[in-house]
């Protein structure tokens, strides 16, 4: 509980911080920072597969809906027909990623970078479809610079494998209690 605490008080810091950095500097990093520290946390935090490739997953599912929101502006209806086809083109492009991977690019990761961006830019984009290609790199810069600093600030303090690995809602073996306290009262006396 106490790594959870600290990690809970390190993104609140960071998250604080760029808003105030983007203020300061007038990056207008404010309507995506909740977003991106969070994605960026859920990257650091789940145990699942090489922080790398967690990494390549999100930006593959980035490049993915940025495509999509591409395909939306210069190709397909501006219709639900349209939207559809751009949704199941984003979608199925974050499967054959992970799929192509062959299991090292987790798929939930993907589906994190496509969603993030739409997250960050759906609005922006339904007010001028035409202006796609500045204003998509513009929410695209912000949403990656807050969901690196979610990330490292998570990653500079995120519990360990093992605790985090622990099935939840799962009642602790004996053992592991035993050995907890056994490591607390060495680390005690190290300390």
Not at 33 to 59: H, M, N, T
Not at 92 to 121: H, N
Not at 128 to 136: I, L
Not at 144 to 164: K, N, Q, R, W, Y
């Amino acid at each position: 509980m106490r790594k959870t605490l600290l990690v809970g008080m390190v993104l609140v810091v960071a998250a604080v911080l760029v808003v105030m950095v983007s203020a300061a500097l007038d990056l207008e990093l404010d309507s995506v920072v909740l977003l991106g520290i969070a994605a960026g946390a859920v990257l650091a935090l789940v145990p699942d597969r090489a922080p790398l490739a967690r990494l390549a997953g999100f930006f593959g599912g980035f490049v993915a809906a940025w495509i999509g929101y591409l395909l939306r502006a210069g190709v397909l209806p501006d219709s639900a027909g349209g939207r559809a086809v751009a949704v199941a083109i984003v979608i199925a492009l974050a499967v054959v990623l992970a799929a192509a991977s062959l299991g090292r690019v987790p798929l939930w990761s993907t589906l994190l970078g496509a969603g993030a961006l739409a997250g960050a830019y759906e609005y922006t984009y339904a007010a001028a479809p035409p202006e796609v290609m500045a204003t998509s790199v513009s929410a695209a810069t912000a949403l990656l610079l807050t969901v690196a600093v979610g990330f490292l600030a998570t990653a500079a303090v995120a519990p360990d494998g093992e605790e985090a690995t622990r099935r939840p809602f799962m009642p602790r073996r004996r053992e592991d209690i035993a050995n907890d306290r056994l490591e607390d009262l060495m680390m005690g006396d190290n300390q």
